[in-house]
């Protein structure tokens, strides 16, 4: 089983839209989730931060936690075409650094 | 705002080459990452770099590669006796302490011939 999936879409959406992004974990170490957006030939750029579950927003985000499902999303309000790209949840136990990724989703938002 | 920059964007080397990725990180991060994407994949760890020591490391992060902190503000990723299957962007990232948030530059395409 891998340590986290996402599915790799792609996933298009009209613009305005709320979009759902999801990513499913196996270890139950982790215990800090982030989701970074990637733009082609780019280099991931963080989102959302987050420790331990429950909801965290910031402008159009919520990242959402839920460590008993091992689960975790990002929803994005009122999607803009500016936020097609691919979308990259990561993770990683305590006093470890390595950030395990999942493949990412394709995200389309259709103008 | 503060970024992490890497050169070059793009670096061609024949096979069995050594080749050096350079890195930035943000001025006061104290924790230094590479990380790497073979095209089509999951962007994966190699080595973590704190207090002129490595830290954490994975099972990709052989002999063959090496990091080092020449001076106050580059990070360097060394792959020695290069193979195709090196051929991947190549991700440096940082962070102000372990478990903070990590910063990542736009990265290096090595392309191995």
């Known amino acids: 089983q891998k340590e986290v999936e996402q599915d790799p879409g792609p996933l298009s959406v009209p613009e305005g839209a709320i979009v759902s992004l999801n990513c499913t974990y196996s270890?139950?170490?982790?215990?800090?989730f982030m989701w970074y957006r990637q733009y082609s030939r780019k280099g991931p750029e963080l989102l959302m931060y987050?420790?331990?579950?429950g909801n965290k927003e910031d402008g159009r985000f919520t990242a959402q936690v839920d460590k008993s499902s091992k689960y975790i999303s990002l929803f994005i309000r009122d999607s803009q075409p500016s936020d097609s790209a691919t979308y990259l949840c990561?993770?990683?136990?305590?006093?470890?650094?390595?950030?395990?990724f999942g493949k990412g989703t394709h995200l389309i938002i259709q103008p | 705002e503060p970024e992490v920059t890497q050169t070059p964007s793009h670096q061609v080397t024949q096979m069995g080459q050594e080749v050096i990725l350079r890195c930035v990180p943000i001025?006061?991060?104290?924790?230094f990452y590479w990380y790497r994407q073979i095209l089509g994949q999951k962007v994966e760890f190699l080595v973590s770099?704190?207090?002129?020591?490595?830290?954490?490391k994975s099972e990709i992060f052989d002999d063959q590669f090496s990091v080092e902190r020449p001076d106050g503000s580059n990070f360097t990723l060394k792959i020695r006796s290069t193979k195709l299957e090196d051929s991947a962007m190549y991700f440096c990232?940082?962070?102000?302490?372990?478990?903070?948030?990590?910063?990542f530059g736009d990265g290096t395409r090595l392309s191995i011939l």
């Open positions: 987050t420790y331990s579950s």
């Open positions: 990232a940082s962070s102000r302490r372990g478990n903070q948030p990590q910063h």
């Open positions: 270890n139950s170490a982790f215990q800090y």
């Open positions: 770099f704190y207090n002129n020591e490595i830290s954490e």
């Open positions: 001025s006061n991060h104290l924790y």
């Open positions: 990561a993770m990683t136990p305590p006093r470890m650094s390595g950030l395990t």
